[in-house]
């Protein structure tokens, strides 16, 4: 609540006073100040969540942390915001965080009125339904009448209306403000289904007492690809999070781990490796960054297999299998472009 | 300038110091430099609005006000679809917001004015009660209370399944929210509402013809019920020869929640009985402080005179309370208007919730919602001081 507030009124000041104007040099600012400000959601199981100690740990704080390393060397260089959905995007326009990682769905409107430039998507993802299973109903099309608890500001709301529109059906919407607001009520039976992505839906199912006793309708009713996003019209600022989520996608196919990245810079043979790792070529300068950058940016968290395995992979709670994410040659839709 | 002769000598010409130095013309001077540095700030905060605007490649335009809103809302009080426009939602929400308002500032007063009188009150555990009420309400913040109100609502009713049909089918209180009937106009229920209004239109008559026979005569008439018959009876007695056109319509369980009847969701219960309680405590204070502005000599006075405790009260005692108690009164009313944006802590969709919350996030347009909301409060809070400023001077002491 504070967050949003403090935001929104961030937000508009910045337009008011321009204390924070986007300057075109990102990475200059980011340099001088000295870390990446990485906004994040205010908490997903698997995706962004805090540790014990207090850090930002998950699938999408990972993503920050390789930029930083890309950055700086240093996975640690990076402070993290939480926002809502509602926050997330005044955020990022007024300039309060450098890069938004938080399961965000990239859409036309986002890209083109609002202003904003997404790298490829980190998951494709698709919004789903999750009921008890007490309730007997097995498919989103018997739904009619249920009450429906939403997290307002987000593109579920958009395809909810559309999806009972286009089924004749009518529902009782209860706009909530997070995740964990979300299933407070859902567990409280104040809504008979919460809907979010399915990836949403299966990271908060892990966390319930009695993971079980709920199922996810089998209807995706929409396409949700997530991708981490920055602001228009910096264009070599959203060259490095595009090719530093490029770099990790590489390193899976080539078999670059955190483990072993340092020893294939030295010793592999292969030139895109080479290329990558910067033992050949120097592609990290053209990107403004040393040329070590995607050698530190794997070896901050793994390449994009390890961070899934590590956060929400099958043996993790959250449990989600690869998928639409598993790289292309194993039947998915990670391909990254070559880096030549 | 033209200088009368005689003083020729006196009157020094005009130097530029003199704006400073001649106490005739510092005021104005100060004044003109203050108001241009003023308009300066402001353009600079305009021109800066615009520049980043212009940086940022957008553009200022109310036109998203016209395209497909796309959302749904849970509560409308008027016909609205996901088809419908954002300015429609936008309205939506100002219908929200205004009775969220309307029925919040009435329970605080009700609840202000019981409070605040029993807080006088000379039996001990009543006063003491309602000092703990009083300083409990007021000293915790508004959204923590209307927080609570909702997760207690959540938490400890039944959901629909399980809900107890109360009052042969009258009340069922769930979790999501209360049901209880709704009326169903039928034929002639027309006629039944004219002579209602005219029925109110012929107590209020009465009640002045009545003053002007106490006036007169020095009579007094038991009004109050006199007043309540005339206004229910004639309105009862067409109710059964029309042969019951006003049905009420019973909520019913189907599928997963109750159909039909009237839903007054927990959303808005929490939120209108969390403002109502919190702002309630601040008017007990202000009614508690009229009251004990009035000197204890004129309730004396009153009672050698041969009034009654309540006649005091009504007669003596209120009346110049009143005059007290409204101007701060106000300023609750605006509170209470002003802190019911805070419903979208708990998915109330007033104004704040859609136009300023879902509308804003879907279409980007940060500065023309947000300033299309504040002018919208502005306007309300307005339209409300004018109002009470009104009814104010009514109450005022007329000095002649």
């Known amino acids: 609540m504070k967050t949003k507030i403090l935001s929104l009124a961030l937000g508009t000041a910045a337009l008011a006073f321009g204390a924070t104007a986007a300057s075109a040099a990102t990475l200059d600012d980011v340099k001088n100040k000295g870390f990446i400000q990485c906004g994040v959601s205010t908490g997903v199981p698997g995706f962004a969540f805090t540790d014990d100690s207090g850090d930002w740990q998950g699938f999408d704080p990972a993503f920050c942390r390789a930029m930083a390393a890309a950055v700086f060397g240093d996975p640690k260089a990076v402070k993290f915001t939480p926002t809502t959905g509602k926050t997330r995007f005044t955020a990022l326009a007024s300039g309060e965080v450098d890069v938004l990682a938080r399961n965000t769905t ?14 490829a998507p980190n998951y494709y993802d698709g919004q789903g339904f999750m ?68 990836s949403g839906l299966a990271a908060t199912r892990a966390a319930f007492e ?131 | 300038m033209t200088v009368a002769s005689g003083f020729a000598d006196e009157v020094q010409p005009f130097r530029l110091g003199m704006l400073i130095n001649d106490k005739r013309y510092r005021s104005y001077t100060l004044q003109i430099i203050t108001i241009f540095l003023f308009m300066l700030a402001f353009a600079w905060l ?13 553009d200022f335009s109310f036109s998203y006000l016209f395209q497909p809103a796309a959302y749904d809302i849970n509560q409308t009080l008027i016909e609205y679809t996901s088809r419908s426009t954002h300015l429609r939602a936008a309205v939506v929400g100002i219908l929200n917001t205004l009775l969220i308002a309307f029925l919040g500032c009435i329970l605080a007063t009700v609840l202000g004015v019981v409070i605040g009188v029993l807080r006088l009150s000379k039996n001990w555990l009543v006063s003491r009660l309602m000092t703990v009420y009083i300083e409990g309400f007021r000293n915790v913040p508004v959204l923590l209370w209307i927080l609570l109100a909702s997760t207690a609502l959540a938490a400890s009713l039944p959901s629909p399944r399980q809900a107890p049909v109360l009052l042969g089918g009258a009340f069922v209180p769930t979790n999501r929210g209360f049901y209880v009937p ?60 029309l042969g019951r056109p006003v049905t009420l319509e019973y909520p019913e369980l189907k599928g997963f929640n109750f159909q039909g009847g009237l839903f007054v969701r927990n959303s808005f219960m929490a939120l ?47 009346p110049q309370a009143l005059r007290i108690i409204i101007p701060p009164l106000i300023s609750q009313y605006l509170n209470l208007t002003k802190n019911s944006s805070l419903a979208i802590a708990v998915g109330y969709m007033d104004i704040t919730g859609t136009l300023g919350g879902i509308t804003l996030n879907q279409t980007g347009k940060e500065m023309e919602c947000l300033l299309l909301v504040m002018a919208f409060y502005l306007i309300v809070s307005l339209l409300i001081s004018l109002v009470m400023n009104i009814y104010n001077n009514a109450m005022a002491l007329k000095e002649r």
Not at chain 1, 326 to 337: Q, R
Not at chain 2, 184 to 198: H, N
Not at chain 2, 215 to 228: D, V
Not at chain 2, 294 to 315: C, D, F, H, K, V
């Open chain 1, 106 to 119: 990239r859409t036309f409107s986002r890209d083109a009125d609002l202003k904003f430039t997404f790298a």
């Open chain 2, 272 to 318: 209108w009985l969390a403002l109502s309680l919190y702002t309630a405590a601040f008017i007990a204070e202000n009614v508690r402080s009229g009251i004990q502005a009035i000197s204890n000599g004129q309730t004396e006075a009153a009672y050698s005179l041969g009034l009654q405790p309540s006649r005091t009260m009504n007669l003596v005692i209120l």
């Open chain 2, 46 to 58: 305009v021109n800066n609005v615009v520049e980043n605007f212009a940086r940022a490649g957008r």
């Open chain 2, 182 to 241: 709704s009326p169903v106009w039928g034929d002639g229920s027309v006629f039944l509402g004219i002579v209602f209004v005219a029925s109110i239109i012929g107590a209020l008559v009465f009640g002045r013809w009545a003053h002007a026979r106490q006036a007169a005569t020095g009579e007094i008439l038991p009004t109050f019920w006199i007043k309540l018959a005339i206004i229910i009876l004639p309105a009862l007695l067409l109710y059964f020869i």
């Open chain 1, 131 to 198: 009921v008890r299973k007490s309730i007997g109903v097995d498919s989103a099309t018997a739904l009619d009448g249920a009450t429906i608890c939403i997290q307002t500001g987000t593109t579920t709301e958009l395809n909810l209306a559309d999806f009972f529109r286009a089924n004749n059906m009518k529902y009782e919407p209860v706009p909530i403000e997070t995740n964990a607001e979300a299933q407070e009520k859902y567990l409280a039976n104040a809504c008979d289904v919460y809907t979010t992505d399915a």
């Open chain 1, 210 to 340: 009695a993971p079980a006793e709920h199922i996810i309708l089998p209807e995706i009713i929409s396409k949700e690809p997530l991708a981490p996003l920055v602001r228009h019209g910096d264009e070599q600022w959203a060259d490095i999070m595009s090719w530093t989520l490029y770099a990790l996608i590489t390193a899976e196919e080539k078999g670059i781990t955190a483990a072993n990245a340092d020893e294939m810079a030295a010793s592999s043979s292969d030139p895109e490796t080479k290329r990558l790792l910067g033992s050949e070529d120097e592609l990290g300068v053209k990107l403004g960054l040393d040329k070590a950058w995607a050698l530190n940016a794997i070896k901050a968290g793994g390449n994009y297999g390890e961070i899934f395995a590590k956060y929400i992979g099958k043996d993790t709670p959250v449990a989600l299998e690869r998928g639409l994410n598993a790289l292309y040659k194993e039947g998915g839709l990670m391909y990254s472009p070559p880096f030549n």
